[in-house]
């Protein structure tokens, strides 16, 4: 039997996902986690705190601080809603929009590459197994928590 877990450690290393910056634009660096806000900011048009903060399923804590420090790169600027005003809306700024495209043609490069290694057939499976790895993760109402002691 594989060491699943194993096989997941490996590729979590290789993928670079515990650098603590994941990649460098516009003379930034850029945590992981800086890099998937920016990702869903833009991907959603002008979100809330809460909606990204849900979308990363991330403690809004941790999360205000990691956006106050993107304000600070100035990389996203915050607006009250104009319908609530108690409820803060997100976008990127122009640079911050910059960075996002540059990291996005980082990781793009990065995947072609490594798809480069393999055949049509072989990208294709690769493709739809994290496809159904991510659908039956949605369905898990299990997190990598402790597991309790009954």
Known sequence: MENVRELF?????RFGFLN?????????DISLIQSHILYEIDRQHKP???QVA??????ITTFSRQVQSLIKMKLVKKTPDPDDRRVNLLSLTTEGKYVAASIDQQMNDYLNEIFSHMNDFEKDTVIRSIKLLNE???K???CCSTPSRG
């Open 54 to 59: 849900e979308a990363l399923g991330t403690d």
């Open 140 to 142: 898990s109402g299990q």
């Open 20 to 28: 603590k910056n994941c990649c460098s634009a516009g003379g930034c």
């Open 9 to 13: 450690q490996i590729m979590t290393r």
């Open 136 to 138: 039956a993760m949605a």
């Open 48 to 50: 809330s705190i809460q």
